[in-house]
């Protein structure tokens, strides 16, 4: 089966506030498997629904695992909610979501987030560092945010301008005899 694909900015899809899951079911399990082999391939340490099409508030995320060969320490949150946070932090984030930029994005620095497992057991994480940023990043496209959205107007201006012509010119290529 053919990977699902990861929507990149602007697809206004990206912007949807997810819905809560009410149940755990086949195809959810479904999803987050899905979900986990498209942030590994990419690679990415985490994943959420919204990202691969789907309104519904589902995370994945690995932020022990690495190309190198780390091994795998997946996780799976259900309806994710930070409930408690402290401290300030200043993280370079990228997203697989938004192709070709990174920037300095300042986040807690230590989370508390409730959320359930996909045996709908109730998780309490308590997060700091990177696992804390990519909790963070992730609950955001929840909420149809995107990293972009907590830059400078600038800096989200020029990224914007350098994406749009970057589509143009894919636009073009594509649109070239001959091309597939």
């Not at 900015?9 to 899905?34: C, G, K, N, Y």
């Not at 979900?35 to 309104?55: C, K, R, W």
């Not at 990228?94 to 998780?123: I, M």
């Amino acid at each position: 089966m053919a990977l699902r694909e990861v929507l990149k900015f602007p697809d206004p899809r990206l912007r949807q506030v997810s819905e809560p899951v009410s149940e755990v079911t086949p195809e959810l399990r479904e999803l987050a498997r899905d979900m986990l082999e498209v942030m590994y391939d990419e690679p990415g340490i985490g994943l959420a629904a919204p990202q691969v099409g789907v309104p519904q508030r589902l995370v994945v995320m690995d932020t022990e695992w690495s190309e190198e060969g780390g091994r795998r320490n997946p996780r799976v949150l259900v309806n994710p909610q930070i409930v408690h946070r402290e401290g300030r932090i200043v993280w370079t984030e990228g997203c697989l979501s938004v192709p070709d930029f990174q920037a300095e994005v300042e986040r807690s620095e230590r989370v508390r987030v409730v959320a359930r497992d996909l045996d709908w057991k109730e998780l309490e994480i308590d997060a700091s560092g990177l696992e804390a940023v990519c909790l963070q990043h992730e609950i955001d496209h929840l909420d149809g945010i995107l990293f972009i959205d907590r830059i400078s107007r600038l800096k989200r201006s020029l990224y914007v301008k350098k994406r749009k012509k970057a589509l143009r010119l894919e636009e073009q290529e594509q649109a070239r005899p001959g091309s597939l």
